[in-house]
């Protein structure tokens, strides 16, 4: 079932572990109910604040992984999986080179053994243009693994200045690297249209050629929201917008409708109206709501992800305790 003939991929969810009462069984009731076709899965972060993990916290993140693995290995087709990749000096005694080198073993890990294709960063206490990072992205990008960056304020109220836009430029030296920055960055809305801008700039006007699009993710007070939206739909091209919900699961069906994928439509519809973009009832209306809501992060993750995922299932029982369930816990 589809909403309005409308595909929808939300290229946005995280897992909250074992213990929250997700499972993929709930998630895809909820997402055939809403007319989700397919979902990015974000293994489960860790509930411990970056400046506070130790090498004890790597074997977490593995399990997270594994988890993550386990949960999309029920429907590969629609739920696509990302391993968490932290390259955090807190976990290798204050150590960068050594942290990427922990995360480029990961990465090949969760490509070959877990069967992943994506990659969620969150940058805490390491910047996203850090010389060594780079290394990270090429072998992420070498494994044809599809990335999503946090971008914007971050729930720890410490450490958002790792996660500005201009940072992810980096990525440019990183040769076949393909991702999204989340939430528009707010509240760097601007600097992030700018660097978006820059990608045409440099990259040119064919999508299959860019690195980074956006997910429009809730980021941003209430108030911001359409201005949000609205300076990014005049401004770039339609084709580098994404949609994403940024749930927490398990999610009722109601609660995704009514909290999420309402709303964003609804911005979506507004924005476009005010920006006389394309008319309401227009071919172009309708052509640019599909790529948002589903076709740009589709062809942006087939452009980079040759072998489909494969998810790998697990016999064992889970246990998550340290996962994160939400953005305030
Ligand atoms: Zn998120």
């Known amino acids: ?67 993550c693995a386990h949960i999309c290995s029920a429907e590969p087709e629609r739920l696509l999986g990302f391993c968490v990749l932290n390259p955090s000096p807190s976990l290798t ?15 090949n890990r969760a490509y070959h053994e877990l069967g992943l294709r994506g990659a969620k960063m969150v940058p805490t206490n390491w910047y996203p243009n850090d010389h060594d990072v780079l290394r990270l992205y090429q072998v992420i990008a070498d494994l044809h693994m599809y990335v999503v960056f946090h971008s914007g304020i971050f729930m720890d109220g410490r450490e958002s200045s790792y996660c500005r836009p201009s940072y992810f430029e980096g990525v440019h030296s990183v040769k076949g690297f393909k991702g999204q ?44 929201q359409l201005d949000a939206v609205q300076k990014a739909i005049d401004t770039l091209s339609p084709e580098m917008l994404a949609y994403g919900s940024d749930i927490f699961w398990p999610v ?12 964003q439509l609804g911005l979506f519809e507004t924005a476009v109206t005010l920006g006389h973009v394309a008319s309401e009832g227009s071919g172009k209306r309708a052509d640019m709501r599909r790529k948002i809501f589903h076709d740009n992060v589709w062809r942006h993750y087939q452009a980079i992800v040759r072998d489909p995922q494969r998810p790998c299932r697990s016999e064992k029982e889970f246990s998550t305790t340290r996962a994160s369930k939400g953005h305030d816990k």
């Open 1 to 67: 079932m589809t909403v309005f003939d409308l595909p929808i991929l939300d290229a946005h969810t995280h897992l909250a572990g074992s213990e929250s009462g997700e499972s993929a069984e709930g998630m895809l009731k909820t997402l055939d109910a809403c007319g989700v076709d397919k979902a990015f899965v974000f293994a489960p972060l860790l509930d411990v604040r970056s400046w506070e993990l130790t090498d004890q916290d790597f074997g977490d993140i593995r399990t997270h992984n594994d988890y």
């Open 93 to 107: 005694n204050g150590s960068i080179p050594r942290a990427v080198d922990l995360m480029n073993e990961e990465a």
């Open 181 to 224: 920055i989340a939430h528009l960055s707010w509240p760097w809305v601007d600097e992030a249209i700018a660097s978006l801008l820059m990608e045409t700039n440099i990259l040119g006007q064919e999508p299959e050629n860019w690195d980074l699009i956006a997910d429009i993710s809730f980021g941003s007070p209430d108030d911001w």
């Open 252 to 263: 009722s069906a109601e609660e995704y409708r009514e909290k999420y994928l309402q709303p």
